[in-house]
C-alpha cells in the first residue's frame, strides 16, 4: 500500500487530499496513477484517476495522522500544511 498527497492546486478541491494507491486494485501507466480516496464519508472508496505528477507519496505514519485529524474533526489544514512542508524539496 502506498499512500499520496494531491500537490497540484488547479484542481483545488481535491489539493491536499490524502488517497490510497494498492497496486492490487488499482491501475498505474505511465503517466497516470489510479487511487482511492478512504477518508471523506461522501468519496469513500471511490477511485481518482490524477497524473503522478500531481501526486506526492507520503509515509504511512504521515497518512495516519492525516486520518486521524480528519476523524477527530482536527486541523486538518493544518497538519495539511506540515506534512507538506515535511516534503518540500
Not at 488547479?10 to 480516496?37: A, H, I, T
Given at each position: 500500500?502506498?499512500?499520496?498527497?494531491?500537490?497540484?492546486?488547479?484542481?483545488?478541491?481535491?489539493?491536499?487530499?490524502?488517497?490510497?494507491?494498492?497496486?492490487?486494485?488499482?491501475?498505474?501507466?505511465?503517466?497516470?496513477?489510479?487511487?482511492?480516496?478512504?477518508?471523506?464519508?461522501?468519496?469513500q472508496g471511490k477511485p481518482y484517476?490524477?497524473?503522478?505528477?500531481?501526486?506526492?507519496?507520503?509515509?504511512?505514519?504521515?497518512?495516519?495522522?492525516?486520518?486521524?485529524?480528519?476523524?477527530?474533526?482536527?486541523?486538518?489544514?493544518?497538519?495539511?500544511?506540515?506534512?507538506?512542508?515535511?516534503?518540500?524539496?
Amino acid at each position: 500500500m502506498k499512500y499520496f498527497i494531491n500537490v497540484n492546486k488547479s484542481v483545488e478541491e481535491e489539493y491536499g487530499k490524502m488517497f490510497v494507491y494498492d497496486p492490487d486494485q488499482n491501475r498505474e501507466n505511465e503517466d497516470e496513477l489510479e487511487v482511492v480516496n478512504n477518508l471523506d464519508e461522501q468519496d469513500q472508496g471511490k477511485p481518482y484517476i490524477f497524473p503522478k505528477s500531481f501526486l506526492l507519496e507520503v509515509s504511512a505514519e504521515d497518512y495516519e495522522r492525516y486520518a486521524e485529524a480528519k476523524k477527530s474533526n482536527g486541523n486538518v489544514e493544518s497538519v495539511t500544511k506540515s506534512i507538506l512542508e515535511r516534503y518540500k524539496k
